[in-house]
């Protein structure tokens, strides 16, 4: 079986390398180098804190596969509100969660500031902790993925942009090749790259932004702030922290953070903790979004597959979706036990669907 895939980011990555460790051809194509669209930018936060059993399965599975691969920081993630509706929603959460079988819990968050002193707990209504949870480092992980693809026996072409010239057909410098299958996990470009074979998918962009700071010199967990509408995570003896989304042109995305971003996150951050770093870098890298918030993961058309619309989640997701589109494609039984061909099919949408890629278009972050 020969296998052409579009995109070298971490799902592209892990399909290459599953599909060539159950014997297939593969080759992959990537525009640029490997991880130069979301993957190399990501923040690399990993969880399994999901409401939504599937989602979950997703997650536990990739947890597992970034540990056997010694690619994870164990770290907690914790989530936290400031308001009384944010604080309900967080303890429904959890509750949603635990009947899950996930180790997540609801912390006091004077308990909170106990076991990390720098956060400012004071203004905090509600925390959450999954404890299966960590960080992986972005480019290792791709670097990695990339390593394991090409001893498996996979192509990896970069600087090599190709188009579909028909469904497992892929237009490439060298002319026309054919393919039993062709994956498309190109990212915001999936759309308009199956778009050539007469498939309309369901997906938009948005942008979404880091700074990391200088080093800092104290513990802390990952943690979303559910009220302020921001993240951060430990870095390499500093912190990056994130968020400033807000919908985008594919084609259009300054990989530069704005300045107003790093203001605003860095006022936050401050606020939020007892520190005060300066900011030592910051950029900018394109997200994919979809009218559930569910991906577009599966068969468009015969032998065309698509994998795409993470809503900011795809790297923590990339080792389970990636190994269950390579044990599809090679038909062979699926690890991850959930309805996933149903919940994630990319066919569910008709695919003219307008919508807002934030879900709320007056929505400021
Ligand atoms: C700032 C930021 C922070 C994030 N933080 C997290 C996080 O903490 N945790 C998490 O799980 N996710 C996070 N994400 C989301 C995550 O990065 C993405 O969901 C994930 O990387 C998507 O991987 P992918 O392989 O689908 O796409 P990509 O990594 O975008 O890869 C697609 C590739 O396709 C290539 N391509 C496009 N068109 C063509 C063509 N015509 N020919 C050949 N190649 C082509 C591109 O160059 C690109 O390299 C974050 C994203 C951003 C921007």
Excluded: K
């Excluded at 912390?107 to 004071?122: D, F, H, N, S």
């Excluded at 203004?123 to 949870?133: S, V």
């Excluded at 919940?343 to 929505?363: I, K, N, S």
């Amino acid at each position: 079986m020969q296998v052409g895939i579009v995109g070298g980011g971490c799902v592209g990555l892990t399909v290459a390398g599953d599909l060539a460790e159950r014997g297939v051809d593969v080759t992959l194509y990537e525009r640029g180098d490997v991880g130069s669209g979301a993957s190399g930018r990501a923040a690399g936060i990993c969880y399994d804190a999901f409401a939504d059993p599937t989602d979950a399965a997703v997650a536990r599975r990739a947890l597992d596969r970034y540990r056997e691969w010694d690619l994870l920081t164990p770290r907690p993630y914790v989530w936290v509100a400031r308001g009384d509706e944010d604080a309900r929603a967080v303890r429904e959460q959890v509750t949603e969660m635990r009947a899950l079988g996930l180790d997540v819990e609801s912390i006091a968050p004077e308990r909170l500031g106990g076991r990390y002193p720098a956060v400012e707990t004071r203004e905090l209504t509600a925390c959450a902790m999954a404890n299966d949870a960590g960080t992986v480092t972005p480019t290792a992980v791709v670097e990695r993925l990339a390593e394991r693809a090409r001893a498996a026996g996979a192509t990896v072409r970069t600087g090599s942009a190709v188009s579909l010239a028909g469904p497992t057909a892929l237009q490439t410098a060298d002319g026309e090749s054919a393919f039993d299958a062709v994956v498309v996990a190109a990212g915001p470009a999936t759309g308009s790259l199956v778009a050539d074979v007469g498939v309309a998918l369901a997906l938009e962009t948005y942008r979404a932004q880091v700074l990391v700071t200088d080093p800092v010199n104290v513990s802390l967990p990952s943690l979303y702030d559910a009220s302020g509408e921001f993240y951060w995570r430990p870095w390499a003896g500093a912190i990056l922290v994130g968020d400033g989304a807000h919908a985008v042109d594919p084609e259009n995305c300054d990989p530069a953070a704005d300045s107003e971003f790093v203001e605003s996150a860095l006022e936050r951050f401050r606020a939020a903790t007892a520190l005060s770093p300066a900011v030592a870098r910051s950029w900018a890298g394109p997200c994919t979004a979809t009218p559930d918030r569910d991906p577009l993961v599966g068969r468009v058309a015969e032998g065309c597959w698509v994998a795409t619309g993470w809503q900011g989640h795809g790297l923590m997701r990339a080792p389970a979706i990636g190994e269950w589109l390579a044990e599809r494609i090679s038909g062979a039984a699926t690890t991850v036990d959930a309805p996933l061909a149903e919940q994630f099919d990319p066919t569910r949408f008709d695919g003219d669907e307008t919508f807002h890629p934030l879900g709320d278009p007056t929505a400021e972050w």
